[in-house]
């Protein structure tokens, strides 16, 4: 989900600039003040990331933040708060440590503004296509924004709006061997005070990384549903206005002794924010839910046989191919239409209007 700027950020940007000052680890039990208590997170059937690969993505981000980030990102995957994922294994996935890939160097314009569905996705899709980007069942795509550049998702713009950082998934069944490439989003914002540090983006990066491992195609994964809000990710529920605030961040040391911040996570065992595995036995199992099967009938008539579509595009940019592969218009869990998806393409350089039979799967 998203990442909404807790307060805790700060106290964390300040306390791990001094290394020397070690965190505040709350060790009491938490109680909740209301009924939601246990909490537990549910699988809801879709990949996690198991070996995850985090490849960074910048995006007119400075060298500096570029070399802080990448020993951020290795001090992270390998360290102890990867050791929460224990409790985050699917029935045929085991979640271990993971690695850091080169980054990427964002090549073409850079923009004063971004919009998720607009242009992010668009560039990871278009990175797909050229193969500078060929993902994996681990890939995880970083995408770094410098605060010159705003980004909004839906109408909320991050640094300006309460939004820290987001996560999605961008649909690429279409164009590859995956549904789509799970990426988070972060924003260095104008008011941080070490803009070109790791620190300044580091609750935000690792609260979306984790969150990609967990539930790679948000709300498909592991989520939850607390005091009536759904789709709560682990990392939600350690930060955030009315939920638990203890342990919603905390420190891993690097083999040189240099402490970097990162996201507490929710233990369903340990009913807390963690860092690192829980203290008490993981006793709850997942099951892969199982899939709905429905039947449907006709009442009267017969169905189409064969369905002949003929595209008519206005104007000479319709950026079609994005917006149809968009999934809020047709979730690809719904129907498979890849095929169809192809047939328009060349239709759209073709000649002649094809014919479509979409009755075995309809
Ligand atoms: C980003 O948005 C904020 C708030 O609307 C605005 O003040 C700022 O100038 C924008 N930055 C850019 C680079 O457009
Ligand atoms: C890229 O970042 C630099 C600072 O590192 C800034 O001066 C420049 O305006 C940014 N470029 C764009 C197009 O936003
Ligand atoms: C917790 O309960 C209080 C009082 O009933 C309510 O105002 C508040 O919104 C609840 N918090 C959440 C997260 O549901
Ligand atoms: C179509 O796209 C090209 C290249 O991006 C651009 O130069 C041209 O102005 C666009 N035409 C219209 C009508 O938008």
Not at 284 to 302: C, E, F, L, Q
Request: glycine residues 8%.
């Amino acid at each position: 989900m998203m990442f909404f700027i807790p307060l805790v950020l700060f106290a964390a940007s300040l306390a791990a600039a001094a290394p020397a000052t070690s965190s505040p680890v709350d060790q009491t039990t938490h109680t909740f003040s209301n009924s939601s208590s246990p909490v537990y997170f549910n699988y809801g059937g879709g990949r996690v990331l198991a070996n995850p690969e985090i490849t960074p993505i910048w995006y007119n981000v400075t060298k500096e933040l570029q070399d802080d980030l990448i020993k951020y990102y290795k001090a992270i995957v390998t360290s102890a708060w990867m050791d929460i994922f224990t409790e985050y294994n699917t029935p045929t996935q085991t979640i271990g440590k993971g690695s850091v890939l080169p980054a990427i160097n964002y090549e073409g314009k850079i923009q004063r503004a971004l919009d998720d569905f607009i242009d992010i996705r668009e560039i990871i899709r278009q990175m797909v296509r050229e193969g500078t980007i060929n993902p994996n069942q681990n890939s995880y795509y970083a995408f770094h924004v410098s605060p010159y550049t705003n980004v909004t998702q839906y109408d909320l713009t991050i640094c300006y709006s309460g939004l820290g950082a987001y996560h999605g998934c961008a649909y690429s069944a279409d164009i590859s061997t995956l549904d789509c490439v799970p990426y988070g989003v972060i924003a260095s914002c104008y008011f941080d005070d070490n803009p070109n540090t790791a620190d300044s983006v580091a609750h935000g990066a690792s609260h979306e990384f984790a969150e990609s491992v967990t539930d790679a195609d948000p709300g498909t994964g592991w989520v939850a549903t607390i005091d009536g809000a759904g789709g709560i990710e682990l990392a939600d529920y350690c930060g955030g206005p009315n939920i638990p605030q203890d342990n919603a961040y905390g420190f891993v040391t690097d083999p040189s002794n240099q402490k970097w911040a990162v996201s507490g996570l929710w233990s369903g065992a340990d009913q807390r924010c963690v860092v690192g595995k829980p203290k008490n036995p993981i006793t709850r199992k997942p099951t892969t839910p199982k899939k709905d099967t429905v039947n449907a009938k006709i009442n009267y008539g017969s169905p189409l046989q064969s369905i002949e579509i003929t595209p008519i595009f206005y104007g000479p940019n319709v950026t079609y191919s994005s917006e149809m592969a968009d999934t809020t218009i047709l979730s690809p869990h719904q129907v498979t239409w890849t095929s169809w998806q192809n047939i328009l393409l060349r239709q759209w350089g073709g000649e002649s209007p094809y014919h479509l039979d979409l009755s075995p799967r309809l």
